[in-house]
């Protein structure tokens, strides 16, 4: 009798297709990432991003609550200064913004995990990762000296609260100075969740909007990865496993799902996506015209950073994405 395989005998009733599911998303693998900005009572939505916003400390708060009442277990942060300078001193003061958002959420909820973007762009005047060479419009980072900046940036927002530091600079050696520095500083549980395969992507446009973190010249191609590359993520990720990370990022996710396969087959640490500002805007702003339905596109594609290997996904989706897996 042909045929003699029929697979879709395990197709035929939602219960079952339940029972054989593969790759099964939760909300235990979620990441919401936040905006932090001076002053009070301000939620400004971003006009690329629908349904994010920046917000002041105090609604940075309410919304820590409302993430851990929806039972995602972390979000990360990331600041926008009252101003700016070449040493990105809002980054690593005490009383930056990120600092100050961390110590608030977590006395606010203190078993919501707070994860730090240890980064330089958006607290640098000329909106780069680091320092550059004076009179340097082409955005080459110096890179040794802006390890310095990272590592102080990176003890201050541990000092202020933040459970794990997430370097995203995507300097050589990021990872190594900042471990040293949280070690010198008695942080050595705090752990080292490093962008470690970074992509000058054409999908992070919004996610400037958000955090006003856009160069005022050159562009980022000096230090984030090439598209084109896939080999070269390997070894940067050796490289982070080398100095002492303890978790590793792919961002973007939808079009890098093959590295985020190939750095889950290489290594044995917990592999996150960053599920970035271009890809939830296509979605949403097609969902918005009505062509899709936003519910089943966007779960169907954060289960897909999944079965490429994800362990955890940060994702703009994170809240709505918690609703709909209830």
């Not at 060479?133 to 202020?160: F, H, I, M, W, Y």
């Not at 992070?204 to 080999?231: I, K, V």
């Not at 973007?252 to 890809?279: H, R, T």
Request: proline share 5%.
């Amino acid at each position: 009798m042909f045929p003699n395989h029929r697979p879709r005998r395990l197709r035929t009733h939602p219960q079952l297709r339940r029972m054989v599911r593969e790759t099964v998303l939760t909300t235990s693998d979620l990441i919401y990432p936040l905006f932090a900005v001076p002053g009070e009572g301000i939620a400004k939505e971003v006009k690329s991003m629908p349904g994010v916003f920046q917000l002041s400390v105090d609604k940075i708060v309410e919304e820590a609550k409302e993430v851990y009442e929806l039972g995602i277990p972390g979000v990360i942060l990331f600041g926008i200064p009252e101003d700016k300078d070449v040493e990105a001193t809002g980054a690593w003061h005490d009383c930056g913004i990120v600092q100050k958002a961390s110590t608030a959420i977590k006395e606010a909820v203190p078993d919501l995990i707070v994860i730090a973007d240890t980064c330089l762009c958006e607290y640098t005047s000329h909106g780069h990762c680091g320092y550059l060479q004076v009179g340097d419009l082409s955005g080459r980072v110096l890179n040794d000296p802006t390890l310095e900046l990272l590592k102080k940036t990176a003890v201050s927002q541990a000092k202020a609260g933040a459970d794990i530091i997430a370097p995203s600079g995507m300097m050589d050696g990021f990872v190594q100075a900042i471990r040293v520095g949280l070690d010198e500083a008695g942080f050595q549980d705090t752990p080292i969740m490093s962008y470690a395969a970074k992509y000058a992507s054409s999908y992070y446009g919004p996610f400037r909007d958000a955090a006003d973190s856009s160069p005022q010249f050159g562009d980022r191609r000096t230090y984030q990865m090439d598209p084109a590359n896939s080999r070269e993520a390997i070894k940067e990720i050796e490289l982070d496993i080398a100095e002492g990370a303890d978790m590793l990022m792919v961002k973007p996710a939808l079009s890098y799902m093959d590295i985020i396969w190939q750095v889950k087959q290489a290594c044995n640490l917990p592999v996150a996506a960053y599920n970035v500002s271009g890809e939830y805007s296509m979605i949403k702003a097609a969902a918005l015209n009505g062509w899709i339905d936003e519910e089943r596109v966007a779960l169907e594609t954060l289960t897909s950073f999944k079965r490429a290997g994800a362990d955890l996904i940060l994702t703009y989706h994170a809240k709505d994405a918690a609703r709909w897996l209830r």
